[in-house]
């Protein structure tokens, strides 16, 4: 029963969006929007709270929002970790157990609407923008982005290629605009004309079109050192993905996994991880 009203409610929801746009375009646009990027989880559960209680570090301005930092101190090289879509920063406490055995600096982030950030909806320009504060701020040496956290990471870069990162790790992360824009109107059987209102919205808010936001266009503009990971079975982001992104990131190294999922948290891939910040 739940998995009928899952897929029934966002046809309705689809369907009132379809009929009020005949006469509100700009206003269900927006709705649809808001809906698009608002994330249904991702605010601390109880069994992380004691981890992230322990590091939480500075919080940040950015606009309207307060980004949360959490920080683990190390002599060595810092690091910034930049959580995916309905997570936070308690998705990294293998990788910082690891990270703490090289003596890294590391610093994490949580996004907006996600962890203790505060914030209602989520979008990788914002994100990109909160780590902007937070760069800016810790002024961290190498980064590794998971899933949205990847994407967000590289759109990060592009749009300020006066940073002072070295290397950057994507794991698991999509590449493509137009393919979540697919996916969303498939869910809620949007019809043209409404994605046409909801395109249109986009580009008066960013100044881009579906098709433009694409890290695997934004890469040939980044020089810097990269690693990106990504399972051949990954059900959330495609693996050619980070196929594309590596074609045209003429510095970056391409590991692909087998079996491992979207996750991405075992050792090995913690290990590559390791020897690419050491290399």
Not at 117 to 137: D, M, R
Request: aromatic share 12%.
């Amino acid at each position: 029963m739940r998995k009928l009203l899952n897929t029934l409610i966002p046809k309705i929801v689809g369907a009132y969006f379809n009929a009020t746009s005949y006469f509100f375009k700009e206003r269900m646009a927006k709705k649809a929007f808001i809906l698009f990027c608002t994330p249904r989880k991702g605010r601390v559960r109880p069994e992380a709270k004691s981890f992230l209680e322990d590091a939480k570090d500075d919080i940040l301005l950015m606009e309207d929002i307060r980004i949360q930092t959490y920080r683990w101190k190390g002599k060595g090289p810092t690091l910034l970790l930049m959580h995916g879509w309905e997570s936070n920063t308690f998705r990294w406490r293998n990788l910082v157990t690891r990270l703490q055995q090289e003596d890294y600096n590391i610093v994490a982030m949580d996004a907006p609407a996600h962890g203790n950030t505060s914030g209602t909806i989520f979008h990788v320009p914002l994100y990109a923008n909160c780590a902007q504060k937070v760069i800016e701020t810790y002024k961290p040496t190498h980064i590794i982005g998971h899933s949205i956290g990847g994407m967000s990471m590289l759109y990060n870069q592009y749009s300020f290629p006066r940073n002072t990162t070295q290397k950057l790790v994507s794991l698991g992360a999509p590449s493509e605009l137009s393919d979540f824009m697919r996916q969303y109107q498939a869910i809620l059987g949007l019809n043209k004309r409404m994605m046409q209102h909801l395109e249109a919205h986009f580009i008066a808010l960013f100044g881009f079109q579906f098709a433009d936001f694409s890290t695997s266009k934004f890469v040939k503009e980044i020089s810097k050192k990269g690693l990106l990971v990504h399972d051949e079975f990954d059900a959330i982001a495609p693996i050619w993905s980070s196929e594309q992104v590596h074609a045209n990131w003429k510095n970056s190294i391409f590991i692909k996994t087998k079996g491992l999922g979207h996750s991405l948290h075992q050792d090995k891939v913690r290990d590559q991880i390791i020897h690419f910040l050491k290399s």
